[in-house]
């Protein structure tokens, strides 16, 4: 899994740059990460357990649209996490 440098800080004080992670969905994945890095959790998820609106996982560098908790994903598939950033 491949995580956007914005959120670097929030894993092992940058030093993490690619993870592995199991799971069979995308939500069991993030899931593993806030297990490792609790710090991840208010960074991607809102307070109802739904990833925020300016995060966005790719599966096999594809969107994977709405219910992007529930997507199924296989051994060997790559994660991106994106956080889009805003600003004036």
């Not at 297990?35 to 998820?45: I, S, T």
């Not at 925020?52 to 996982?57: I, L, P, R, S």
């Not at 992007?68 to 889009?84: C, F, H, N, P, R």
């Amino acid at each position: 899994m491949s995580i956007q440098a914005t959120l670097h800080p929030f894993l092992n004080d940058g030093k993490e740059l690619q993870l592995e992670v199991s799971g069979n969905t995308v939500g069991e994945c993030l899931k593993e990460i806030v297990r490792q890095y609790p710090a991840m959790e208010k960074k991607m998820f809102d307070k109802k357990g739904r990833i925020k609106g300016y995060v966005e996982v790719l599966v096999n560098d594809h969107g994977i649209g709405a219910d992007e908790l529930a997507y199924v994903v296989k051994d060997g598939d790559s994660m991106t996490i994106i956080v889009y950033l805003s600003g004036g």
